[in-house]
């Protein structure tokens, strides 16, 4: 199998990260924090390190705090539903969300009323229309951002810092959530030096290589800290046993890691740690994957009969959509694993807004491949000769 | 290290399981439900004979539905935050219960105002009165009941089946949810034959012989299914992407399954799903943890000092709790650690009203010892003999 669906996880993983969960399942699989014994220590400390490795990724400062939980859509329902928002607020969407953001943000809207915007789009480029952006904010302030640093549709890398500078200079205390899903350990140090940014999502299995049943937030500004904490802005979404405080009915939220409730994945925790100790050590940036998503791009420019939906170089990474005239989506990618042995995804991949400024409705949305750490050149031009092969069929 | 911790995780795990983590993650660690390639494919069938292989352990039959989640925490919240509950309903819980469900449910209190009561207790044998209960259930029926079939602190086993008749006799729709997060796997087929429990918790990591990263529930009557599918009684509690439908912000909810969101850990589902198969050929039943149990008891029984908090014999299984005059729980839990390397836990154990029953609070809550399929006699020995010098130590 040539495998071109990194976006939906990467694969394989480091053989290091695969070793890793074989040692901690077979000698310290035990529940941190449960026991006060010695393998539950360990196993603490393990927990303790890889949110240091998380936040040394992200380019975070030992004040942030990192919040575990079993996946990115968790995380990003424990923040989209636990804050208190209702039709006095407007939030602001990228047209790039995938339903992770937009699904838990409907629902809050049928049950409070709150405004949701999209952030303006240059319909040409299909980048955020940073201009206009002043007069939308100016027009109607943004109470809350959410919006996705890397597309899981088109590899657009969205000018997160832009955006929030602009919004912090119309409404300080605006709240500022980033889905890196599809970006930390891809995109360098997202939260480096002056970003603003206050929550920042991350998806252990994606760009991160770690396996799934991990996800979380990183708490980057006081504001942020200081929201969770504030039991009339918000209240915990996901309430259960943390092995603290266990007389107590009420869910506390002193500190972000107080609302990690039920047994953390130990397992999958020593595989992020380890993945990420693995990318710090010579595997970090993005040089490889940009050489074959651009390899990728020229190729499929020149075939003809190809239709991609290209954010401007310079800010695109990993992924890249397509259509081939005279097939539906799904019938490339079925052509492309029976007759090629190729896996790439085609639909909507979750992303339900973009799709109006792409108009890929005729094709049923788009083929997406996306590539990993472990992508060659050699797979790359088999999977662009299997397109040409696919288009020239048509012709 | 001599490991009776199997209350908050089974350790070690089955090789096979441990060979099953390791060939996924080489051979087909991709996303389910996510591609339409092969590869995605068989990860979905793999998931499909994961739900059987719950069901076949349950003694459900092929009309029930398996949810699979991240954790038993996240099935509880999804069934008791998504639920439809206001003041006019009555929620019974036992004294027993976790705060994977008194958490969630004094949240849904504090924001409705539902009534919280508990099911009778007869103090002398702290089992359910189910004497009582009819008289209770008559004064004050029942809209919804919680209760754990083990408790995490005594081993006690709940009359469920009794308690649900009772319950249905009185009021037919009372929705009755069970937590199996200690049971699953131990007790023989839970819902089979006449069972007419509602839900049916469940957590991989603990009696199934899983991995961490995955729980669920299964829905086992007409009415539990009709329930979620209906838009007047229930609200889907965790939003977002799942690989269907991706153009529709709303939640779906038409068939149990549709409340699977974010990537489903294929790694979890296939290790839970050979724990299972690795029961199912030899490794059923509670015969050893009852051998073990009993033998501890016993034990313990024999030491001057040492006070035991036990349910009738018939109904407790894997899990004892006691302290030793004296000693401080964690005292107890430490030296045993450090002096005698066996791990147990102490305190409270995330089950906050039981306590008031136990009477345990100068003690600072209870040791708890635990057992599993891989306790041998020779390790409660022991630990028999760590705890008569312990107690030795005072007198």
């Not at 070793?19 to 941190?32: S, T, W, Y």
């Not at 949110?51 to 968790?74: D, E, F, H, M, Y």
């Not at 952030?119 to 109607?140: A, G, I, K, S, W």
């Not at 109470?143 to 969205?158: E, F, R």
Request: glycine letters at 8%; aromatic letters at 8%.
């Amino acid at each position: 199998m040539i495998y071109l669906d990194n976006a939906a996880t990467t694969f394989p993983k480091p053989q290091c990260v695969a070793e890793e969960v074989q040692a901690v399942l077979k000698k310290q699989c035990v529940n941190p924090g449960r026991g006060s014994y010695r393998a539950a220590a360990a196993a603490v400390e393990r927990v303790e390190m890889c949110r240091k490795n998380i936040l040394k990724i992200a380019g975070g400062n030992q004040a942030n705090s990192v919040v575990l939980t079993p996946s990115a859509t968790v995380a990003l329902n424990m923040l989209i539903m636990g804050l208190h928002l209702n039709d006095s607020h407007t939030v602001y969407v990228s047209a790039y969300e995938h339903n992770a953001v937009m699904r838990p943000l409907f629902q809050k809207q049928q049950q409070t009323g709150l405004h949701i915007r999209q952030l303006p789009m240059n319909t040409q480029t299909m980048e955020v229309d940073l201009e206009r952006l002043d007069y939308d904010f100016h027009q109607y302030p943004p109470d809350v951002i959410c919006m996705t640093h890397v597309s899981n549709v088109t590899g657009y890398i969205l000018p997160i810092h832009s955006v929030c500078r602009v919004a912090r200079s119309i409404q300080k205390n605006v709240i500022v959530i980033v889905d890196g899903s599809q970006a930390l350990g891809l995109l360098e140090e997202p939260l480096k030096e002056d970003s603003s940014i206050d929550y920042y999502i991350f998806a252990a299995h994606k760009t991160l290589y770690g396996i799934f049943g991990l996800g979380g937030f990183i708490c980057n500004t006081q504001y942020a800290h200081r929201l969770l904490a504030d039991t009339k802005k918000y209240t915990p979404y996901l309430c259960g046993g943390t092995g603290r405080d266990s007389l107590n009915l009420e869910m506390q939220c002193s500190t972000p890691e107080d609302l990690e409730c039920a047994s953390l994945d130990i397992v999958a925790v020593a595989a992020l740690s380890e993945a990420i100790h693995w990318k710090l050590e010579g595997n970090n940036g993005w040089a490889e994957e940009k050489n074959l998503t651009e390899k990728i791009i020229t190729g499929l420019q020149n075939i003809s009969g190809v239709t991609l939906y290209l954010p401007l170089e310079g800010c695109r990474i990993s992924i890249v959509s397509f259509n081939v005239k005279g097939y539906k989506a799904d019938e490339v990618a079925m052509i492309l694993d029976e007759d090629y042995g190729i896996a790439v995804r085609c639909g909507y991949h979750c992303a339900p807004l973009i799709h109006e400024f792409l108009k890929d409705r005729e094709y049923g949305g788009t083929v997406r491949v996306s590539v990993g750490k472990f992508t060659t050149d050699k797979e790359i031009i088999a999977f662009i000769k299997a397109i040409e092969e696919i288009a020239g069929e048509i012709l």
